[in-house]
């Protein structure tokens, strides 16, 4: 159906790339007028674009001279001239659209035209990429084309100052990566001087493997976090307290959903343990924080797969790119909870302190646009959360490669085994391979493997992730062998050595279909680039995630009634459609997470809006005392129609309440007289009121001096403002834990989180007021010294309270395990307890059933 309307309307596909021939062919023609050109001539066309742009004339005007002149320009200094495709893939760009682009079709080089192009309005561009190493190669080798054009060039990576920060973000052409581009946003927002911000009005973004940033990337929000007053020892008690509890017996998993949940019987067990009466209590909030984080560390997160051990600290690991994450950490405590079942040092758990989704992020931009080699699949969703066509660009050659199909074997020892024989043959004739894996696990046993058969290799996963572009680049060289993790090393060319061509090119093998249709794309187009020969094949077993999961029941059917042999693969239609139906179902699923993460982040979104905004008119403005007094002219309107309502007779006036809130704020103390405020009319009741708060005002731009006081007022409100929305952020993040128990009520939690949240954000506003005034009208100048000792003070206090909870839980976890050995499943609690001899053996089974030996058990401390 869906090809007889394409038949029938066109596709539309195809109407664009007709239409971006068109430019294509004027483009062509100006080509020999911009070659006879001196070089300082043709750089000489930046200027006059940039005058004919100030005349009136649009970016669409000037469009074909200016892809002609790069090209030129790009043929004179890089010694590559773009192809026609390449320019049809600029035009996409420059449209605010994402041109997919096969891998090795050049587009780093593509987006050099609607660089060149936006740069002109001098607003600035961002050249977005998934890691530093990227970013400084584009910068370098693209840069010296702008260079030459006669534009300014800047560089974020990670780690760089302050003053680098905002000199890259006043060039024409900024590269950097999303992290460091949603980070600096963030930052720019927690400043207290406007010259301390780095950033521009964000104008124009062109997002290069924009699926892995704007969809794979978009489930988790950018976070900039502080040190919370929390204590982390909580994490550890309750590490060992889950440290024996038992899958499908304690607590379920539901692997498609990625959660888990302990089963009734298992909660009053660890509340016995743990010697409180309810775990879900108010007063235990932080223990059931922790108990939930600990069960999802231990149930959920594997090591070597969603994170590494690094010497004395948890790194994870990128799940769609195998990368490790330097500097990021889980949030709601499950890093924490990961750092005690490892037995390494638990950092302090963190207050947020800002966060934003990378959808809202990129949304801000004025226009964005985006290259990838895999977007297709993904249309909907683009379209939807971003605005963002997909125009598939049409190769500069045919593509020669051979997309074998998938062998399905009945257990993943018999794949491996087919796999190394395979790899084997290949080497034997000198045929480069590169093998795509989903996990470090996995690199290591394939490792192995080709070990045994003797066959030398380089392994590419998280934990040698320094040498990724010079790994993979030397994948497509004779007799090479390369394992790499998912698509590490994603954004490195992959050309190939002397006579590999003649073996059949780059052959790609995948041990495992990813859970995304794009990731297995993106791993077959390592291979046959422009034209380059090339084969691809995976290698699949019902016991790969996927297929168990998603379709392993109707192909193990199949196979067994074929009578099939383990090591014997099975390869047919029925099963690659069961297997892309499967793909298709999990990324509808994470399509709808994404969707709901975002529909929450929306009504947060809104927020961070009216905040940031008002932020910023703070930052700007040189004298805020209006604002101020317009607060407390606002808080005295409140307190009247609270206390002095013009619906009540005097008598009835509740002036002592008038008088405690007043003097909480702006009247001094005693100042107000109620029997002289009992003689006044409302209005005469309001205008005192207002006089003594502009009195005492006055008062302290005396004390502290004019210019003292602008300055004051600036951080006060700042200060105020932070704090507020600190604690407005993990207010919110209760929240939304607990919305979704709404349902039960037949409410939608949606509807009730939008309600809540803007219930929320107008408490936050009226208590930012309320504190704002207080502490102009309150506040004095303490010492450095002497605001570390109050902090100091106050954290001991709270550390103290902590420390005897803790040690309370301790008593009772070694009473308990002195009783019955390590924690133990809800079946086993049930049964009989033996009688525990006088006379144990230190190498006997424990007596309390838990199947260690005794030394290690009950008599670990005898």
């Known amino acids: 159906m869906l090809g007889f309307i394409k038949r029938f309307l066109g596709d539309n596909n195809d109407k664009e790339i007709a239409r971006y021939r068109k430019v294509v062919e004027t483009i ?26 100030e005349n009136g004339e649009t970016l669409e005007d000037i469009l074909p001279e200016a892809f002609a002149v790069v090209r030129e320009g790009s043929r004179r200094v890089l010694g590559m001239r773009h192809f026609d495709v390449q320019l049809i893939g600029g035009m996409c760009l420059h449209e605010g659209k994402i041109a997919e682009m096969r891998t ?34 584009d910068s370098e080798e693209m840069g010296k084309l702008y260079t030459y054009l006669g534009l300014t060039v800047g560089l974020v990576v990670h780690d760089m100052d302050f003053p680098e920060r905002k000199f890259a973000y006043s060039r024409d052409v900024t590269f950097g990566t999303n992290n460091e581009f949603g980070f600096d946003y963030l930052r720019d927002n927690m400043v207290i001087s406007a010259d301390q911000m780095v950033q521009r009005h964000l104008h124009y973004a062109i997002v290069d493997e924009v699926d892995s940033i704007l969809i794979d990337e978009a489930r988790t929000p950018l976070i900039i976090s502080g040190p919370g007053a929390k204590s982390t020892d909580m994490y550890a008690v309750m590490a060992r307290a889950v440290a024996g509890l038992k899958e499908n017996i ?46 999802r560390a231990k149930a959920l997160m594997k090591r070597d797969r969603d994170y590494v051990v690094r010497g004395d600290e948890i790194v994870i690991v990128d799940e769609f790119t195998g990368r490790l994450m330097e500097g990021r950490r889980y949030s709601d405590g499950l890093h924490q909870a990961i750092e005690a079942k490892e037995g390494v040092k638990i950092q302090r758990e963190s207050q947020t302190l800002a966060t934003i989704t990378f959808q809202n992020y990129f949304r801000m931009y004025d226009k964005l646009a ?45 794949k491996y085994k087919a796999v190394g024989f395979a790899v084997e043959e290949l080497y034997a004739k000198g045929q480069p391979v590169l093998i795509g894996t989903t996990s470090i696990t996995q690199s290591e046993e394939l490792s192995a493997i080709l070990k045994r058969h003797g066959i030398p290799h380089s392994v590419l996963n998280a934990k040698f992730h320094e040498k990724e572009a010079e790994i993979i680049a030397n994948a497509g060289q004779m007799g090479a062998v390369t394992i790499a993790t998912n698509m590490a090393g994603r954004g490195t060319d992959i050309k190939l050595g002397e006579g590999v061509a003649e073996l059949g090119g780059l052959f790609i093998i995948g041990t495992e279909r990813h859970e995304s249709r794009r990731i297995d794309n993106q791993l077959r187009g390592r291979s046959g680039r422009q034209g380059d020969p090339g084969e691809s094949r995976f290698y699949l077993s019902l016991e ?35 297997i892309e139906h499967a793909q298709k179902k999990v990324e509808a699923r994470n399509f709808d997470i994404r969707k709901h993460v975002l529909e929450y982040d929306d009504v947060m979104n809104q927020q961070r809006e009216v905040i940031y905004g008002e932020r910023r008119k703070i930052l700007l403005g040189d004298n805020l ?39 909480k704020i702006y009247a001094p103390e005693g100042k107000l007289k109620k029997e002289e405020l009992a003689a006044m009319s409302r209005d005469d009741l309001k205008e005192t009121l207002e006089g003594i708060a502009e009195e005492g005002y006055r008062q302290r731009e005396a004390l502290f001096g004019e210019e003292n006081m602008r300055e004051l007022e600036k951080v006060v409100m700042l200060r105020v403002v932070d704090s507020k929305w600190m604690e407005h952020l993990d207010r919110m993040d209760m929240l939304r834990d607990g919305i979704n128990l709404r349902a039960y009520g037949q409410r939608n ?20 007021q309320d504190q704002i ?90």
């Open 370 to 414: 985006g290259m990838t080699g895999t977007a297709k699949t993904e249309e909907d969703e683009f379209i939807k959360i971003y605005n963002l066509p997909v125009i598939v660009v049409p190769t500069n050659k045919p593509v020669k490669r051979i997309d074998h199909p998938d062998l399905i074997f009945k257990t993943k020892r018999a």
């Open 773 to 862: 005034a207080s502490l102009i009208y309150h506040v004095s100048i303490v010492t450095p010294e002497q605001a570390a000792e109050n902090a100091a003070a106050e954290r001991a206090r709270a550390e103290e309270a902590i420390r005897k909870q803790k040690s309370q839980i301790e008593d009772h976890l070694k009473t308990a395990q002195a009783s019955h050995g390590d924690t133990v499943s809800a079946a086993e609690a049930k049964k009989p307890k033996q009688a525990v001899s006088k006379k144990v053996g230190r190498n006997d089974p424990c007596p309390c059933g838990s199947g260690k030996k005794y030394k290690n058990c009950c008599g670990k401390n005898a």
């Open 625 to 663: 005392r209006e604002n101020i007094i317009g607060m407390v002219n606002h808080i005295i309107k409140t307190e009247m129609n609270q206390y002095a309502s013009a619906d009540l007779y005097p008598e009835e006036w509740q002036l002592d309440g008038l008088i405690e809130d007043a003097e």
């Open 28 to 53: 062509n023609a100006l080509e020999p007028k911009y070659e006879g050109m001196t070089d300082d001539k043709l750089t000489g066309q930046t200027q006059l674009f940039r005058e004919r742009l």
């Open 544 to 578: 790969d995630d996927l297929l168990r999961l998603f379709a392993s029941e109707r192909i193990a059917k199949i196979m067994d009634h074929l009578g099939m042999e383990e090591d014997e693969p099975i390869e047919h239609k029925i099963i690659t459609n069961s």
């Open 104 to 137: 090795g079709e050049g587009k780093t080089l593509v987006a050099t035209l609607p660089v060149y192009l936006n740069a002109l309005m001098g607003k600035g561009v961002h050249i977005i990429t998934v890691n530093d190493y990227l970013a400084r190669r």
């Open 250 to 295: 304690d607590y379920k998993v539901d692997e498609k959903q990625k959660t888990v949940a302990p089963v009734d019987e298992v909660v009053p067990k660890i509340e016995k343990l743990l010697g409180i009466t309810n775990l879900y209590a108010p007063e235990n909030i932080e223990l059931s924080h922790c108990f939930t984080a600990a069960l």
């Open 749 to 768: 939690p949606l509807v009730e989180y939008k309600i809540e949240a803007l219930d929320m954000f107008e408490e936050m506003e009226a208590a930012i």
